[in-house]
C-alpha cells in the first residue's frame, strides 16, 4: 500500500490556501531546497517531494480529486494543519533566511532584491553594496538563527501602510577579520507583506553616514595603529573584551571603570559633508585618547560619534580623574571645531554588559549639550 503524503505540510500551506498562496510557497521552497542551492544529502529527495505536491495542488482537478482523499486520511484537528498565520510567518521567514544566506554567500545584488520598493528608493544599489563590502573587511557572518517574535496589522512604513509587518529576531556568530575571534549578537529585522511577497525593511534612509563609520574601522585596522598608543577597537572587539573584563572583576573584585566619550561636531561653514567631518573629530579625539591611557587599558567605537574606554585595575575615583585627563588632552585644535561630552561608571551594576554600555551612552549623548564640555559623574 502506497503511503499517503500531506501534500499541504510538504509545502507549508494552509488546506484552504488559494492559487497564488500555492504558487508563492512553491517558488520560496525552491529557493530552499533546490539541490542546485541546497548542498544537503536529503535536497534532492525533498525537493522531488515538493515537485509532486506542487503539479497536484497546482491543478484543480487533481487538488479536488487529492482533497477529497486529504480529508478521509487526514485528523481534522488543529495540531495537525497548519494555521494561516502560521503558513504567512513561514514564508516571510524563508525570505528572511535567504537574505542573510545572501550576507553568508556576499551575494550582495541578490540581497538587495528582497528590500522593499521604499528602501530601495532611498538605498541605491551602489551604497548598499558599497557598505556591505565595508562591513565584510572587518568581520563575517557565520552562522545565523531566526525567531520569530509578533505580528503588527496596518502599519506605517516610509510613508506607506502595510496589512502586516513582521517581527523577527536574528541570532548571528561573527567572524572578527584579523583576530579570528568569535562573536554573538542579535538584531532584529521586519518583513512587509508587499503585493503577496515578503520583502525586509532596512530602515535606513541614507548609508552613507554607515559606510563612512565601516571605512574609518578599516583604516583603523589596515593602519595598525601602535606607535605607543593603543589599538582602536572596533564594537565587536571592544564588546567581547569588555565582557571579559566584567566577568573578571564579578569573579575576583578587581576594580574596573567604564569612560563614554562623545564628540559633538559644530562645523562652521561646511567645506565638507557632515560625515567627513565627524570623521575628522573622531580621527583627531581617537589619537588624543589613546596617548593618555596604559597598554592595559580597552578602548573602542562604541557608536558612530562616541568612544567606549575601560580602565582595568582602576577604581572609579581614579577614573574620574583619567577621564578629565583625557578631555584636557582632547580638547579642539584651531582647525576643528567640536564639543565633548562624557559619563563615567565603576560598573557595578549587575546589568550585562551591553546595558551598563548603553545607560553610560545615554548619560554622554544628551539631546542638547549647552556647554562645550559636560560631565556626568
Known amino acids: 500500500m502506497q503511503k499517503f503524503t500531506d501534500y499541504y505540510k510538504v509545502m507549508q500551506i494552509h488546506y484552504e490556501a488559494d492559487s497564488k498562496m500555492i504558487e508563492s510557497a512553491y517558488k520560496c521552497l525552491c529557493k530552499v531546497y533546490h539541490p542546485d542551492i541546497n548542498t544537503s544529502p536529503d535536497a534532492p529527495e525533498r ?12 491543478d484543480p482537478d487533481k487538488r479536488a480529486e487529492y482533497h477529497a482523499e486529504w480529508k478521509k486520511m487526514t485528523s481534522r484537528s488543529t495540531s495537525s494543519i497548519m494555521k494561516e498565520e502560521d503558513y504567512r510567518i513561514e514564508l516571510a521567514k524563508v525570505v ?35 557598505w556591505k563590502v565595508a562591513v565584510a573587511k572587518l568581520h563575517k557572518l557565520a552562522d545565523y538563527k531566526i525567531k520569530f517574535e509578533k505580528s503588527f496589522k496596518n502599519c506605517d512604513y516610509g510613508g506607506l501602510v502595510f496589512n502586516e509587518i513582521l517581527l523577527f529576531t536574528v541570532e548571528m556568530t561573527v567572524l572578527e577579520i584579523g583576530t579570528g575571534q568569535i562573536s554573538h549578537e542579535k538584531t532584529k529585522k521586519y518583513m512587509a507583506y508587499v503585493n503577496d511577497t515578503w520583502k525586509m525593511c532596512l530602515g535606513y534612509a541614507d548609508l552613507k553616514p554607515v559606510i563612512a563609520k565601516f571605512r574609518y574601522f578599516s583604516l583603523l585596522k589596515a593602519k595598525n595603529i601602535q606607535n605607543d598608543r593603543l589599538p582602536m577597537l572596533n564594537y565587536y572587539e571592544l564588546l567581547d573584551q569588555a565582557k571579559r573584563e566584567l566577568a573578571r572583576f564579578r569573579r575576583y573584585g578587581n576594580p574596573m571603570t567604564l569612560i563614554l566619550l562623545t564628540v559633538k561636531p559644530k ?10 567631518y565627524l570623521e575628522k573629530c573622531m580621527t583627531y579625539v581617537s589619537k588624543m585618547i589613546c596617548t593618555a591611557l596604559r597598554k592595559t587599558d580597552i578602548v573602542g567605537r562604541y557608536h558612530e560619534s562616541s568612544f567606549a574606554i575601560i580602565l582595568t585595575e582602576t577604581p572609579l575615583e581614579n577614573g574620574k580623574q583619567v577621564m578629565g585627563k583625557i578631555i584636557q588632552k582632547a580638547r579642539r585644535p584651531k582647525n576643528l571645531n567640536f564639543g565633548l561630552t562624557a559619563a563615567c561608571t565603576d560598573c557595578k551594576s549587575d ?27
Open 351 to 377: 546589568a550585562a554588559m551591553e546595558d551598563i554600555l548603553k545607560v553610560a551612552l545615554r548619560k554622554a549623548a544628551p539631546e542638547k549639550v549647552k556647554n562645550e564640555l559636560s560631565y556626568f559623574l
Open 96 to 130: 528572511l533566511d535567504e537574505f542573510f544566506r545572501d550576507m553568508v554567500t556576499e551575494s550582495w545584488e541578490q540581497a538587495y532584491a528582497k528590500l522593499t520598493a521604499i528602501d530601495q528608493g532611498n538605498v541605491p544599489l551602489s551604497d548598499f553594496v558599497e
Open 47 to 58: 525537493m522531488k517531494e515538493l515537485n509532486e505536491a506542487y503539479s497536484v495542488l497546482s
Open 267 to 276: 562645523p562652521g561653514e561646511m567645506v565638507v559633508s557632515e560625515e567627513t
